[in-house]
């Protein structure tokens, strides 16, 4: 009996392994696009098997149930209704842009009917992919890989000549990930080419003008808001659309009176009109809109209409404010600018995409032009020797009689002529129609404009110049036969309009949050005090108060936070939970009282640990390190849309509390300080620490020794001189300056802050510690407050162990310490 080949492995890496593979074959084999084509797998082979079977636009249509028999047959092992169902999103106009397949038959509608089955539908070649897309395909412009059992090559990537990535957008869920790119305008997307071409250094403000926002197929109307913005500059956000509605006067019939009714004629993308319609109905009978009479669609072959009529007594205005306010007729549009490049998954900004584009175009040209000079240099080739032939024809036929068969003609040949093989075959199939003077001046005349496109091809591969003068006229003529207008119009002050709407949507905390704002004199501050009481304070009675001064002595409440109100700064609460929310201190003038009053939802029974006011910069991030030791990055553009809730930013195990939140610039340092007294001192890049999302759980920082906790992180400007001082539970301090502190590694041991003599009976360890400030307040085990001796640090030495100047009563000890929160220019 044969041995069984068994060979035992672990379930959990097995798991591991098998679900990361699947991972990947999803993102790089189905869900995401490629940014230089802008297609899926399975679109780039059903453009690939239309372009084998012949079907371009000039030919009949063929079934398309030919031609996804021969996608599945040959490139894509899947379902074949997956691939009915890409194609026929490739026809239907109300989904893409630019259509890249011309449809016959049934193929859905916009009312989300569904397509005819494949055998009764048919198609070919759309005529903006077959020349913007394929033309050059045999051109050894794209690299080809075997399929799936490797009887067949395909195209790696098509060789595009317009950026269909942002011309039709596309939308796909990968495992982790998803993309949404909206479609755009072809007019724009080829100026804005050809200004970068033009001008590389080329703006982002200049660029957001030649792109002002997406043109969808079903029109609309975009608000211009800082969504776009986002999208474009960052790679996501979210962009605001609208149908296009106008009221007019509806004559019902003779004898019946006129009422005012509601006319769309657009609606936002992907927008179900049926199902739009039927929730709109829904509204209505259940009584949570009145003013409605009658909906009726009225959308035949010349255009969509929807009539919504409206009661005599009834203002449609309003109405049509509502239908925007409540209903999808105003959606948003979550864009994700997400695609493979190089076959990996990468966010890109509208620049980087655009770029990406135009290396690979150069690409394609260069690898073209080399193909189309190799064709000539070998029709050269040929013709000169046919030339050579034809002058010397006497002497040639001669040779040729005089040879015994066609091996030895073609050696003759060679020898006698001084010419290669090739040379010799195409003078040996030289018709006898080639020796009529015609013929020769038709020979010399080809050989004059293979000299001409012999050097323009050899100086567009020489000359990068020239390269990109001919992408910019190739660019133009491509704009000039399939570009079009705009269909979506764009809509100035969207900002405030999606303001009102959240107003109206959120009447309670959004409209009251305004009103209570415009209540407030500017000239205020916010204090948060010790006791973590909030409240609005003049600053006059502030300056009376002295309780920004650094001479001040004491002070029973000291305040944890002064921010002033000018400039209507968004203070983040962090809790210990890994939970942030913005405060919502504005209704403070009128009713000041304890944080959790003015606490987001979710927030209210949590601990927190920081505030922290976001400021105007670009750049800043998020750090965010756990008692375990781990820390994650976070980009401040992921929490800029939290205003009136609570969210999770950090997932901790039990019993791990998040121990600080910071904020800071790309190239600072990160300081992390135990209570034994080490020190890690790290450099925050990009590289080393990486933005992460809001799921993530952040990578080992520091390993922490059995009984060592971490007491506080800092982070510090790169080049900026300041002094960490380390407060023992013995009441004394040691100072170190941080440019002097070694830059460590991750998981690194550090340095040793203070050396510690523990007895029998005690253990000296760090309690707290902060950066240079002079407003410093002690707090002891008996709820007293006194300030910090800061004139005592400042004139210490560096790295000497002293106590400090307190009067402290008998067993009275540190137990905390207060470092205030104050605008940089106090």
Known sequence: MAKERLKPISLHQEMQRSYLE????????????????????????????????????????????????????????????????????????????????????????????????MRYTETRLAPISNDAILSEIDQETVDFSPNFDGSQQEPDVLPAQLPFLLLNGSAGIAVGMATSIPPHNLNEVVEALIAIVKNPSLSEERLLEIIPGPDFPTGGEILISNGIKETYTKGRGS???????????????????????????ELPYQLNKANWIEKLADLVNNGKVSGIADIRDESDRDGMRILV???????????????????????????????????????????????????????????????????????????????????????????????????????????????????????????????TSLEKTSLKNEIKDLKLKRDDLESIINNREQLMKLMIKELRELKKRFGSSRKTKLIEGGDA??????????????????????????????????????????????KKLKLKESNQEKYFLPPKLIWPIKNEPKILAISEL??????????????????????????????????????????????????DGKFKRIAISEITDISNRSTT???????????????????????????????IKLKITENEFPCMGKLAKGSNIIKLFPGESIVDVFTVE????????????????????????????????????????DTKKTKDRVINCFIDNEYIYIKTNKDRYEKLDTKQINSHPYKKEKKLNLSLKENEFIKSILSMILPENN
């Open 649 to 679: 930013i950090l997932k901790l195990k039990d019993k791990i509390k998040l121990k600080s939140c910071l904020i800071f610039e790309e190239n600072s340092y990160l300081l992390v300080i135990s209570n034994i007294g080490r020190i």
């Open 22 to 117: 699947y991972a990947m074959s999803v993102i790089v084999g189905r869900a995401l696009p490629d940014a230089r084509d802008g297609l899926k797998p399975v679109q780039r082979r059903i453009l690939f098997a239309m372009h084998e079977l012949g079907l371009t636009p000039d030919r009949p249509y063929r079934k398309c149930a030919r031609v996804v028999g021969d996608v599945l047959g040959k490139y894509h092992p899947h379902g074949d209704q997956a691939v009915y169902d890409a194609l026929v999103r490739q026809v239907q106009i109300f989904s893409s842009r630019y259509p890249i397949l011309d449809g016959h038959g049934n193929f859905g509608s916009i009312d989300d009917d569904p397509p005819a089955a």
């Open 309 to 435: 009529e409206i009661k005599r007594d009834s203002d449609p205005e309003k109405i049509l404010d509502f239908l925007y306010q409540k209903t999808s007729l105003q959606s948003n549009f979550g864009a994700i600018l997400l695609a493979l490049v190089n076959g990996q998954p990468v966010q890109l900004t509208l620049r980087k995409l655009l770029d990406n584009f135009l290396e690979f175009r150069e690409n394609t040209i260069l690898l073209r032009s080399n193909y189309l000079l190799k064709k000539i240099k070998s029709r050269q080739e040929i013709v000169e020797a046919l030339i050579q032939a034809i002058n010397n024809l006497r002497e040639i036929i001669n040779l040729i009689e005089k040879s015994k068969d066609i091996a030895e003609a073609k050696n003759n040949l060679i020898n006698s002529l001084k010419i290669n093989e090739r040379q010799a075959d195409g003078i040996l199939g030289m018709p006898l129609k080639k020796i």
């Open 497 to 542: 309009l999606i303001a009102e709407r959240i107003a109206n949507q959120r009447p309670n905390k959004e409209l009251q949050r305004i009103n209570a704002l415009k209540e407030l004199s500017i000239d205020s501050e916010i204090i948060i005090q010790s006791n973590n009481e909030i409240k609005i304070v003049p600053s006059i009675t502030i």
């Open 578 to 627: 890994g939970k942030i929310g913005i405060l919502k201190w504005e209704f403070a003038g009128q009713n000041p009282g304890p944080l959790e009053k003015f606490l987001p939802a979710g927030l209210e029974n949590d601990k927190i640990i920081n505030f922290i006011p976001l400021p105007n910069k670009k750049g800043m991030s998020l750090g965010l390190i756990s008692s």
């Open 239 to 265: 962009i605001t659309m609208r149908g296009i509605a106008h009221i007019e006067e509806i004559i019902p019939g003779k004898g019946k009176h006129k009422r005012s009714g509601i006319i769309i004629t």
């Open 718 to 757: 790169d080049k900026q001189i300041k002094n960490l001082i380390l407060i023992t539970n013995k009441n004394s301090f040691i100072k170190h300056n941080i440019q002097e502190i070694e830059i460590s590694k991750k998981g690194e041991l550090g340095t040793i802050g203070i050396n510690f003599k």
